[in-house]
C-alpha cells in the first residue's frame, strides 16, 4: 500500500478563508444591493419633493405673475419663459435679443437701468430696481426685477438671470394714495381744525394735523410721545368727564363740547367728533375726529342768552309797567264812574236835570277814557305775545247787529244813516267773538267819526265760495265783511300809514277829531290772529271802504250760538238789618266810598277792611255771606288773603270777587287760582258788580 501524505494545511487555511472571502463578498454585494435601492428610492423622493416644490414655485410664479429671464454676455441672447412674454405683451416664442428689449424700456429710466448693470457686473452684487417698459400697444407698464450674475470656474461673468414681476396697479394705487394722502394733508392743514386719527391696537395717534399747534397752543410732537397729553391741557372742570370716554366707547357717536387751557393761559371753547374706520373684516381698528374752535360761538351764544335775558326782562318790566298803568289808571276811573253811576241813579238823592247832563258828560268822557286805556293795552298785549283768542262757533247776524246797534246812537246824533247789508248765506264761523265785535266797533266808529252830518254809512258781509264751484254753504271758504261811509276820504300816500300804531294821518281835517292812533292798529292785529286780511280803498272827499276777510273754521252749520248773558235782576229795597253781610277789602278811600255807598243803597251792609290781614281777621270774626277783594293792597295783597282764608275751614264756601285794577287775561287766572269765584276788573259797572253779587248769594242759597 503506497500512502502519499501531503500537509494540506495551508490550502485547507487557503480555502476556508477565500470560502470567507466569498461568503463576505456576498454579504457586501447584498448591503450595496440594499443601500442601492435605498439610495434609489431616496432619489426618486427627492425627485418627486423637487418636482412638487419646482410645481409650486411655477404655480407661485404664475399666480404673481412673475416671470423668469436669463440674459447671455456672450451673445446677447435672451431666455424668456411664458410669463415674461406676458408681461411684455408678446406671443410666446418670439425671437427676443438684448438690443430689442433695450428699446422696450422706458428712455426716461434707461440711464438709472444701465448703471445698475453696470454696478453688478462690478460689485457682484444682487440687483433690485423698479424700471417701467413700453408694450406695442401703447401701454406703459412697471416692472421690479430682481437679478444677479452668473459666473464660469474662472470667475468671468457669463450672464444675468432674474425675475420679472408686473407692479403697474401696485404702483398706481400707491400714487392715488398719496395723492389722496396729499389732499388730505392739504385739507387738513388748511382748515383751522384739528383732524386726528388713533390707532386702538397700539393706543397711539396715527395722524394729527398742524391746527393742534395753533388751536392749543402746544406742539403736535407731544401726542406722538403721548397719546394722553392733550387730555392735560383740558379745563379742570370738563377733564373728568371726558378722560372718562375711553376710545372703545367712540364706536358709535361721538360729540363733546369742552374747554382746553392754551399755553398763554386762554380759555378756549372746543367741539370735537369722531367717527369709526373698519378693516375688510368690518372690525374697527382706528378711530378718526375733528376738534374745531367754537369759542367765539360760544361767546355769541352767550351774547345772545344776555340779550334774551335783557329782553325778557324788558318784556316783563313793560309787562309790570301796563299792570301797574292799569291799576293807577283803573282804580281811580272806577270811582270817577261809579259815583257817576250812583249819582245818576239817585243813590245820593234827587238829580236835576242840569246835574244828570253833567253827569252824563263825565260819564262819557270817563268811557272814552276806558276805551283808551284798553285799546293800549290790547296793543301791547297782542305786541308781546299775550294774547289767545278764544274761538267758539258765533253765527254772524248778531254779532253784526250788536255791533251796529253799538253805534245807531252816535250815528243818529250826526243824522247818518246806517245800512245793514248781510247776505243770508253767510254761515256760522269759529271766531273770537268778543275781539271780532271789538274790530267792527273799531271800525263802525272811524266810519261815524270821519263821516260828516247826513252822510251814509254800509255794513256789508258777503260769503267767499271757491273758485269755479257752485255757490253753496259747501264751498264756502271765508266771510267778507266792508265798512263804506261817504266821509272825507283818504290821500293815496296816507294809506300806508292808517295800521301803524299811534300814528294820525296829519291833514288840517284831522285835527278836528280825537283819537290816539291805535284803532286801525288793533283792528289789523286782531284779524291777523284769526288769519285774516284787512284792506282799504279810499277817495278824498268821496269816502273810504275798509274790509275784512276772515278764511273759514271747521265748524258746523248746525251748532248753537253762545248763550246770552245773564239778564240783570231786578234790584230791591230791602231792610238794612235783614240784608246780607258784605265784606269789603279795598285801600282806596274813593273806592271805598263809591262801593259802600252804592251797595248800602241797594240794601248790603258793608263791612271794610283796608288790607289782606284785615281782611282775613274781619271774616273769621264776621262770617259775611261775600268778599269783594281788591286784589293790590298794602302789605299782604288780595291773592294771598284769598288763598289763606280758603285754607279755614270757614273760608271754604263763602263767595268771593276778585277785584281789580289788572286786567290782562294771565291776572284773571292768578284770581281764580287763588280761590276767587269770580273776577272783575276795574272799572267795573255797578249794576253788573251786583247782579254777580245776587247770582253767587243765590249759588249760595242766601235770600238777598
Request: proline share 4%; glycine share 6%; hydrophobic share 40%.
Amino acid at each position: 500500500m503506497l500512502l502519499i501524505i501531503r500537509d494540506i494545511s495551508d490550502r485547507q487555511a487557503a480555502l476556508r478563508e477565500r470560502q470567507r472571502s466569498q461568503e463576505q463578498l456576498h454579504r457586501l454585494n447584498q448591503n450595496l444591493e440594499e443601500t442601492v435601492n435605498q439610495r434609489t428610492q431616496e432619489l426618486r423622493q427627492r425627485e418627486a419633493q423637487l418636482q412638487e416644490l419646482s410645481d409650486r414655485l411655477t404655480m407661485a410664479l404664475e399666480s404673481a405673475s412673475i416671470g423668469c429671464w436669463e440674459a447671455s454676455l456672450r451673445d446677447s441672447s435672451l431666455v424668456w419663459d411664458e410669463r415674461i412674454y406676458d408681461i411684455y405683451g408678446l406671443t410666446p416664442g418670439t425671437a427676443m435679443d438684448y438690443p430689442t428689449w433695450w428699446s422696450l424700456v422706458h428712455p426716461n429710466d434707461r440711464p438709472g437701468l444701465k448703471q445698475t448693470i453696470e454696478q453688478m457686473l462690478r460689485t457682484d452684487e444682487d440687483a433690485y430696481i423698479d424700471f417701467r417698459i413700453l408694450r406695442n400697444d401703447g401701454t406703459v407698464r412697471t416692472l421690479k426685477s430682481s437679478a444677479r450674475v452668473r459666473r464660469d470656474e474662472a470667475g468671468e461673468p457669463v450672464s444675468l438671470v432674474g425675475i420679472n414681476l408686473d407692479i403697474t396697479d401696485r404702483k398706481r394705487s400707491e400714487l392715488a394714495l398719496k395723492e389722496s394722502e396729499e389732499k388730505f394733508r392739504q385739507l387738513a392743514e388748511a382748515v383751522d381744525a384739528v383732524f386726528w386719527i388713533v390707532d386702538l391696537a397700539s393706543r397711539s395717534h396715527v395722524y394729527v394735523s398742524p391746527a393742534y399747534e395753533r388751536i392749543w397752543g402746544y406742539p403736535v410732537e407731544e401726542l406722538y410721545e403721548n397719546p394722553n397729553a392733550w387730555l392735560e391741557h383740558l379745563h379742570p372742570e370738563d377733564r373728568p368727564r371726558i378722560a372718562a370716554s375711553p376710545a372703545e366707547e367712540l364706536l358709535e357717536e361721538y360729540n363733546e363740547e369742552y374747554r382746553i387751557i392754551r399755553t398763554d393761559g386762554e380759555v378756549r371753547w372746543i367741539r370735537d367728533r369722531a367717527f369709526a374706520i373698519r378693516n375688510e373684516q368690518g372690525q374697527v381698528y382706528r378711530v378718526a375726529g375733528i376738534a374745531e374752535d367754537i369759542s367765539d360761538r360760544k361767546h355769541a351764544e352767550a351774547q345772545l342768552q344776555q340779550t334774551n335775558e335783557q329782553l325778557l326782562r324788558a318784556t316783563r318790566l313793560k309787562d309790570e309797567f301796563l299792570a301797574s298803568m292799569s291799576h293807577e289808571l283803573r282804580t281811580p276811573l272806577n270811582a270817577i264812574l261809579g259815583m257817576t253811576e250812583a249819582l245818576q241813579e239817585e243813590v245820593f238823592g234827587p238829580v236835576g236835570d242840569a246835574q244828570r247832563h253833567a253827569l252824563q258828560t263825565i260819564e262819557s268822557s270817563g268811557g272814552h277814557l276806558l276805551a283808551l286805556i284798553n285799546d293800549i293795552l290790547d296793543v301791547a298785549k297782542i305786541e308781546s305775545g299775550q294774547v289767545e283768542l278764544n274761538l267758539s262757533a258765533t253765527a254772524i247776524a248778531p254779532l253784526c247787529e250788536a255791533s251796529v246797534s253799538f253805534i245807531k246812537q252816535q250815528a243818529l246824533s250826526k243824522d247818518i244813516q246806517i245800512q245793514l247789508d248781510l247776505s243770508p248765506a253767510v254761515p256760522q264761523m269759529l271766531i273770537d267773538e268778543r275781539r271780532m265785535r271789538q274790530v267792527l266797533i273799531n271800525l263802525l266808529n272811524n266810519a261815524v267819526k270821519f263821516t260828516p252830518e247826513g252822510g251814509r254809512i254800509t255794513l256789508k258781509v258777503a260769503p267767499l265760495y271757491q273758485e269755479f264751484s257752485p255757490q253753496s254753504s259747501a264751498s264756502v271758504t271765508g266771510v267778507h265783511w266792508s265798512v263804506q261811509d261817504t266821509g272825507i276820504g283818504i290821500a293815496p300816500e296816507h294809506l300806508p300809514k292808517l295800521f301803524q300804531p299811534f300814528v294820525q294821518i296829519d291833514s288840517a281835517l284831522n285835527r278836528q277829531f280825537e283819537g290816539t292812533g291805535l284803532g286801525l292798529s288793533l283792528v289789523k292785529r286782531l284779524v291777523e290772529l284769526h288769519g285774516g286780511e284787512v284792506g282799504v280803498t279810499s277817495q278824498v272827499g268821496v269816502g273810504s271802504c275798509f274790509s275784512v276777510t276772515l278764511p273759514m273754521g271747521t265748524v258746523s252749520s248746525s251748532l248753537s250760538q253762545t248763550p246770552p248773558e245773564h239778564s240783570q235782576s231786578p234790584l230791591r229795597d230791602s231792610k238794612l238789618e235783614s240784608s246780607p253781610l258784605i265784606l269789603l277789602a279795598e285801600d282806596n278811600a274813593a273806592n271805598i266810598q263809591t262801593l259802600s255807598s252804592y251797595l248800602n243803597a241797594k240794601g248790603y251792609q258793608v263791612l271794610l277792611a283796608k288790607d289782606g290781614a284785615e281782611a282775613i281777621q274781619q271774616a273769621q270774626e264776621q262770617q259775611p255771606n261775600l268778599i269783594i277783594m281788591d286784589v293790590q293792597m298794602p302789605g299782604m295783597d288780595g291773592l294771598e288773603a284769598m288763598q289763606r282764608i280758603r285754607q279755614q275751614s270757614w273760608g271754604l264756601d263763602v263767595p268771593i270777587i276778585a277785584l281789580t285794577a289788572l286786567a290782562l287775561e294771565s291776572d284773571e287766572q292768578r284770581c281764580l287760582q287763588a280761590g276767587a269765584d269770580e273776577y272783575l276788573s276795574k272799572p267795573v259797572k255797578l249794576k253788573h258788580l251786583v247782579v254777580q253779587i245776587e247770582a253767587l248769594l243765590e249759588r249760595s242759597n242766601i235770600q238777598v
